[in-house]
């Protein structure tokens, strides 16, 4: 099961920020925040992925809060081509593999 | 591009035949993974594979389904007598294990196969 918990759609204005957050009550000690996207039609994209301290790459920001409950993810400048559904997921890095995707956040970003 | 490929892209089938799809993963990447999509739902796990051994498949869905990567690079996975709630999105997926946690535990996806069972 989903260890996260995300709105089911938003929506943002073409050329300002998305902040997508996340709440993961339960997180334990080893486990990272993963952030991946799925564009329609095209399989998930790996975004960003954090334990403690915030996180930053060309695509996006990380923000973890400092009990670690919950997260946002920030598309600094949003463009239509961000429209997607957005999964935050929690993993053991150092037990198993997979990914446990609940069901997202659609993002639909508009002009 | 040496990304994720998957064939098919698009299958059609009737109930009660079988379906094996290819993936090809990225090429230096010894992990390997099967994931299930159905419409409006987030993937999810099936099976996967460090090189040629199988290291999780209690998630298959049921004994109709089996999956194979005989050479540690290119992986099937094989769907006996199809029903009509197979029809989904099959998603394979690549790793590279990495020393560090930190590191390299970024699935990289494939476009997916859609199966439609009639």
């Known amino acids: 099961d989903a260890k996260t918990t995300q709105p089911t759609s938003m929506d943002c204005a073409e050329g300002r920020a998305a902040n997508l957050p996340c709440n993961h009550s339960t997180i334990s000690g080893n486990e990272y925040v993963y952030w991946y996207r799925q564009i329609h039609s095209q399989g998930p994209q790996y975004i960003i992925h954090?334990?403690?301290n915030n996180e930053t790459n060309e695509m996006a920001s990380l923000i973890i809060t400092e009990d670690r409950k919950s997260s946002t993810l920030i598309l600094p400048h949003a463009t239509l081509r961000d429209t997607a559904v957005y999964y935050c997921?929690?993993?053991?890095?150092?037990?198993?593999?997979?990914?446990?995707f609940g069901g997202g956040t659609r993002l639909m970003v508009k002009p | 591009d040496t990304g994720v490929s998957q064939d098919p892209r698009h299958k059609i089938t009737k109930r009660g035949q079988n379906v094996t799809f290819r993936c090809d993963p990225i090429?230096?990447?010894?992990?390997l993974y099967w994931y299930r999509q159905t419409l409006g739902q987030g993937p999810e796990f099936l099976t996967y594979f460090q090189n040629e051994a199988q290291l999780e498949k209690s998630r298959l869905l049921s004994d109709r389904f089996s999956a194979e990567r005989p050479k540690g690079s290119f992986s099937t996975l094989e769907i006996q007598r199809t029903e009509q709630g197979d029809s989904a999105m099959y998603l394979c997926?690549?790793?590279?294990?990495?020393?560090?946690?930190?590191?390299?535990?970024?699935?990289?996806f494939g476009p997916g196969t859609r199966l439609t069972v009639l």
């Open positions: 090429s230096e990447h010894n992990r």
């Open positions: 954090g334990l403690k």
């Open positions: 997921i929690v993993r053991d890095n150092n037990a198993g593999n997979m990914l446990t």
């Open positions: 997926a690549s790793s590279q294990t990495m020393g560090l946690a930190r590191e390299g535990f970024e699935q990289f």
